[in-house]
């Protein structure tokens, strides 16, 4: 399995970014978007489902989208208004049908300031 995210990088607060993840090598129940901020633990930023259900962090609604399909194994999110406690590395993850065993992309750093 391989999750291949790319988009990232710096903007200032109030901006906007995209990232996209290709998945490969499973079929997937889920896709979609953790995030890890300096001395934070991972948690959930947005995933879509199988039967195109979204779930969302409370902290990122209203701001955030998060797209697929699943079946066409690409997952984009695309971030607007962004904070600058937005800031962490972005992960990519997936879930397969089946063993429902998660997997995950490599990170991307998502920088916003002030």
């Known amino acids: 399995v391989q999750l291949q995210a790319s988009g990232g990088g710096s903007v200032q607060a109030g901006g906007s970014l995209n990232l996209s993840c290709a998945a490969s090598?499973?079929?997937?129940?889920?896709l979609g978007w953790y995030r890890q901020a300096p001395g934070k633990q991972r948690e959930l930023v947005g995933i879509i489902f199988s039967d195109d259900s979204v779930e969302y962090a409370d902290s990122v609604k209203g701001r955030f989208t998060v797209s697929g399909p699943t079946f066409k194994h690409t997952v984009s999110l695309q971030m607007n208004s962004l904070k600058v406690e937005d800031t962490a590395v972005y992960y990519c993850?997936?879930?397969?049908?089946?063993?429902?065993?998660?997997?995950w992309g490599q990170g991307t750093l998502v920088t916003v300031s002030s």
């Open positions: 993850y997936g879930r397969v049908v089946v063993s429902n065993k998660n997997f």
């Open positions: 090598g499973r079929i997937f129940s889920a």
